[in-house]
């Protein structure tokens, strides 16, 4: 039932501005008697870390988005949006839109992301030299790939352009937008992380299910705004950059089916540019296509 | 789609904090881009009085019911809740609570009181004295025909005990409940009102259908937050109380069928005990019975 969501949904908010409150307290706000509240506490346990105890319910503060104060940025913690794209065209650079649940979350060409609870949805608005935005579309797949060995030992792979797969399953995705604003390059950073959520989609899977717990999400969001805010540094040796993305290329090699505007496009995936651009050969030849160009690829076997 | 109903919840909510707001603000705040914002501001100007102009938008403080500072009263306002009644139980007396939606909105006997975008679904706690107490199944639809037909110039009838119907549609409902604690009474006095919003079911309407224009809610809220506070004068002439909701009594000289716990009666309603019980006449004598008593009531003809 609809409004049950947006009744869980309201939970969520609720508990979200306390580390620890009463369920008494809880009570109240919701609404919902206190057996039916602990019910609900335990299914917002499946993708959130909480606990109820002595008559108390705790959300870590290393899993409550609300609890992070990212040093030198605008942070902006919403329960729902529409897309956290959206709600950063309204921030000056230099913020971070994280929230629990987008309805219309943007892909790549329009495509939705569907983000649901548990999972992290963010979207980083920075100024950037051309010359750093160009080298995005490699670098944030990278720092992905980092995060996830580093912090959480796991190991992914990238599927050109940028969604990041452990086997064949999606775990992360990237939308990169861009605009010049007075000569200012701007660009938004969007990611999403299917963290402590279940994807709806076969194709999807998340990492809690992937290393069997939950994971307190603000280390991930403090590893990206570390450094993101530190990009210069990311970037600074960009033949390096490029070799540790292809290393991860779960592409290269492969026989690819690509389908752009005018048509498919079959052949194996041979290499990549500096700005990420994907390099197909077959028999007519060699292509080189920007993830604006290709709508949509499919490795083949 | 269930987060849509959520996503516009939210957008109630960021409204309500402001009586006038720049649309660049709330896109921000919701994440959805403005022609889209505008479109599901207008979906609920269709329930509240909302409006947009020169990049602002307005809800009138008048229906908002945040805006309300009910004298001498606590008062929690809430966008959604499971069920008002519920919420109160952890206030202190002299408590109003009032949401925009309630998904587990109760009415006699268990039943559920379906709660949407733009009614008023509100719980008045109080102390009373026991006297007062006792009075209040008579008290409270009286006080709702006044309000409808001075404040708003409907005229309404009683439906035994307490629905308030226009023709055989029920535009309001009172859910009456009471504890002692500690010698002193308590009693929660829910009443369900259709103002702007779409009833969802074919026997309900609202009175925003019947006046053919939005009702500023306030006025409703504070008239009634105004008497309830005064019950001692409503209640201080108890006959003539009784011969009021008398004469709004719809059930009165009717043919009913009246479901209890024990069987099916059926008979001629021909009285009302001045604590609100029923009097059913049929070939088997005078039945005398109690809201509690009494499961479900149903006009014959």
């Known amino acids: 039932m609809s409004s049950e969501l947006a009744l869980k949904l309201e939970l969520v908010r609720i508990l979200s501005e306390h580390d620890e409150i009463p369920i008494s307290e809880v009570v109240r706000e919701i609404g919902v008697q206190q057996d039916e509240l602990i019910n609900m506490i335990n299914e917002l346990s499946r993708y959130y870390l909480m606990e109820t105890a002595r ?41 971070i839109v994280v929230s629990e649940m987008q309805t219309q979350g943007r892909g790549r060409h329009g495509k939705t992301w569907i983000g649901n609870l548990g999972g992290l949805w963010i979207t980083f608005k920075i100024n950037t030299a051309p010359q750093v935005a160009q080298v995005l579309p490699i670098a944030i797949p990278v720092l992905l790939v980092r995060m996830l060995r580093d912090k959480l030992g796991i190991n992914v792979e990238i599927k050109w352009p940028n969604d990041i797969i452990f086997g064949d399953k999606k775990i992360a995705g990237i939308l990169l937008e861009g605009e010049y604003k007075e000569s200012v390059m701007v660009s938004y950073i969007g990611i999403g992380i299917n963290v402590n959520n279940d994807p709806p989609l076969e194709v999807a899977e998340s990492i809690k299910n992937i290393v069997g717990h939950l994971i307190p999400r603000n280390r991930i969001l403090s590893y990206l705004s570390g450094w993101i805010s530190r990009l210069d540094r990311l970037v600074s040796k ?20 690509a389908m752009t505007s005018s048509g498919e496009i079959q052949g194996i995936a041979k290499d990549v540019t500096e700005y990420g651009e994907l390099i197909i050969e077959n028999e007519s030849g060699s292509h080189r296509l920007s993830s604006g160009e290709i709508l949509r690829l499919r490795h083949a076997e």
Do not use: C, F
């Open 238 to 257: 960009p033949d390096e950059l490029r070799m540790e993305y292809m290393e991860h290329l779960s592409t290269l090699g492969r026989k690819v089916i």
């Open 55 to 95: 008559s108390r319910v705790s959300w870590s503060p290393g899993d409550n988005p609300r609890r992070l104060k990212p040093w030198g940025w605008n942070y902006l913690y919403r329960i729902i949006t529409g897309s956290t794209m959206t709600s950063a065209k309204q921030m000056p650079p230099w913020s």
